[in-house]
């Protein structure tokens, strides 16, 4: 299957072309870990919800 720009829901990076989403929020998985409350605040359409799923 070739891959595609996504325009529409979450990224698959698989079928998709999309920049590495770990890198982005680099403390998250820590944060995760302690069972800390954080904000991904972020314009629309910009991996907010592709990033918090890759972790």
């Known amino acids: ?3 595609r720009f996504n325009t ?4 698959i990076e698989g079928q998709h ?4 989403p770990i890198p982005r929020l680099p ?3 820590r944060l995760i ?4 409350f ?5 314009p629309r ?3 907010k919800s592709t ?4 972790i």
């Open 51 to 54: 990033t918090l799923r890759a």
């Open 38 to 42: 954080f904000v991904v605040h972020a």
């Open 27 to 29: 403390d998250a998985p």
């Open 1 to 3: 299957m070739t891959r």
């Open 8 to 11: 529409t829901g979450l990224c």
């Open 33 to 36: 870990e302690q069972g800390s």
């Open 17 to 20: 072309y999309m920049v590495p």
């Open 45 to 47: 359409q910009t991996g």
